[in-house]
C-alpha cells in the first residue's frame, strides 16, 4: 500500500503519449474499478467520519484532513450498490474534479497500472453499472470498470449550467450565424452540461464521445473539403477519453492541413499547472477547467468572434 500512496504524485511524464496512469480499487465485492492518477490527490485509511444534518445520503460523513473538512461519498451506493456499512479497513481515494476537492470511500486500493488510452473502450451495452461508465479496460484477464465521476457528483450536487446575465450581455458572438462546433466528451453527462450552457448561442453542435471518434468525424468532412474549419471552426474536447485522449486528438488536427485551422478548446477535470504546458505543446487554443458556464462561452465566443 506505502508504494502506491508515494506515487500518486509522481506521475506527470505520461501526459500529452496517449497514456494514463490507473489506480486500481474495489468497492464491495471482486469487481475492479479503475481511476487516472492524475485526478487522485491522496490515498489513505478512512479517519474517523462526522455525520452533518442535511448531507446528501451518498455522502458517509465528512472528514477533517489538513486543515481541509472534504465531503466522503459512498462510491458503492452512488453507483446503485449496497451503502458500505462500516467504515473501519476502508479507504479514502481524495480526488479533485470540476474545481472541487472529495472523497471516495472504497473498500480496499490496490495499484497502479500503466495503459494506453487506446487499450481503454468505451463500455459495452448492458455492463452491470453501464449508466455510471465512461470506460472498461481489461488487465490480466480481468475487466476493469472506469467510472463517470461527473454523473456521480452532477447526481448529489448538480453544477450550475446557465450563463449568468452579465456574462450573457458581454458575448459580442453573431447569433444568427449558428456556428457549427463539436463537443468531444466520454462523459453523456458533461457532454449535456456543455450543451445546455451554450443554447442561448444559437449554434449547431455536433458530439462525438472520445478523440478517435471525433478526428474519424473530421476526416469524413475533410474527404469533401479542403479546409475543414470553414465548416467546424471550433471543437471543445475533454482531455482523458478512451481510445485517444485530448491532447492527441489535438496533436491529430494540426498535424492535418485539411484540419489544422480548426479552434481546439480543451475543456477538462483535470488540475495542475502541467495543463498549461500541453496546451501549448500539442497547439491548442485554449484550457478551461471544468465546470464554468461563464468561463465556457466567453471562451466559444472569444474564438468565434476573431
Not at 500500500?1 to 480499487?25: A, D, I, P, W
Request: proline share 4%.
Amino acid at each position: 500500500m506505502s508504494s502506491v500512496l508515494e506515487s500518486v504524485n509522481k506521475r506527470t511524464q505520461l501526459v500529452g503519449q496517449n497514456r494514463l496512469e490507473l489506480l486500481l480499487f474495489r468497492l464491495n465485492g471482486r469487481q475492479r474499478f479503475g481511476i487516472n492518477v492524475f485526478k487522485v490527490k491522496e490515498v489513505l485509511q478512512c479517519p474517523p467520519l462526522t455525520k452533518l444534518p442535511m448531507l446528501n445520503p451518498l455522502v458517509k460523513g465528512v472528514a477533517h484532513i489538513r486543515g481541509e473538512t472534504i465531503s466522503v461519498i459512498d462510491l458503492n451506493a452512488a453507483t446503485g450498490g449496497r451503502p458500505l456499512t462500516s467504515t473501519e479497513n476502508c479507504f479514502i481515494i481524495i480526488s479533485e474534479y470540476n474545481r472541487s476537492v472529495q472523497g471516495f470511500l472504497v473498500n480496499s486500493v490496490e495499484r497502479i497500472i500503466n495503459m494506453n488510452w487506446e487499450s481503454i473502450l468505451p463500455p459495452p451495452n448492458g455492463a452491470g453499472r453501464s449508466s455510471y461508465l465512461t470506460a472498461v479496460t481489461e488487465i490480466e484477464g480481468e475487466l476493469v470498470e472506469i467510472l463517470d465521476v461527473e454523473k456521480i457528483l452532477d447526481e448529489i450536487s448538480p453544477v450550475k449550467t446557465s450563463i449568468s446575465k452579465e456574462a450573457d450581455e458581454m458575448l459580442t458572438i453573431d447569433r444568427d450565424q449558428h456556428y457549427h462546433i463539436m463537443v468531444v466528451d466520454d462523459s453523456a453527462v458533461a457532454r449535456k452540461q456543455i450543451i445546455r450552457s451554450l443554447a442561448s448561442l444559437n449554434l449547431q453542435i455536433d458530439t462525438a464521445k472520445d478523440g478517435k471518434e471525433a478526428l474519424d468525424k473530421l476526416k469524413s468532412i475533410a474527404a469533401e473539403m479542403n479546409d475543414v474549419s470553414v465548416e467546424i471552426p471550433l471543437i471543445i474536447s475533454d482531455i482523458e477519453m478512451p481510445e485517444m485522449d485530448g491532447y492527441t486528438l489535438t496533436a491529430e488536427i494540426r498535424d492535418n492541413p485539411k484540419l489544422k485551422n480548426i479552434k481546439v478548446v480543451l475543456h477538462t477535470s483535470l488540475s495542475g499547472v502541467f495543463n498549461q504546458a500541453m496546451v501549448q505543446k500539442v497547439g491548442a487554443n485554449d484550457f478551461i477547467a471544468k465546470f464554468n458556464p461563464d468561463e465556457l462561452a466567453a471562451a466559444v465566443n472569444k474564438h468565434l468572434s476573431l
